[in-house]
């Protein structure tokens, strides 16, 4: 399962320059923890509880989130100071229970778009099946 994700985020991180930092969250005894392997400048945020951050907002809503400018959003848990922009994607079991998510942030404002977002939900949807599939 590990050399699995780590393929989908190498795979994530090559679709477009504008994804400065890729990392998933899989959700485990309440809150989102995150993979080992990532994407970028290293964060504080190993673990996020679902009633904290866009992450967790996007686990509670259970639908995909697109911040354009985390600075005026104040779930937003700062990572670097150098993100502009995030989505986070939930990935979801066979039964639309979130399993998890991939969680992205851009150095630029506005930087994702409805695109981006099919992407992404397409591949949170192969995650999710090999997810469902493994347990």
Sequence with gaps: MEEILKNYIDKIKSHSEKYHWVGIYLYKDGVLELFPYYIGRPTPHTKIPIDKGICGAAFR?????IVNDVSKDERYLACSI???SEIVVPIR?????????????SDYLNAFNESDKEFLE???????KILSNSS
């Design 61 to 65: 809503e259970n639908k995909t989130l």
């Design 82 to 84: 150098y993100t502009k």
């Design 93 to 105: 079991d066979e039964n639309g229970n979130v399993l998890g998510e991939i969680d992205i942030d």
């Design 122 to 128: 397409n591949i949170a949807k192969e995650i999710g």
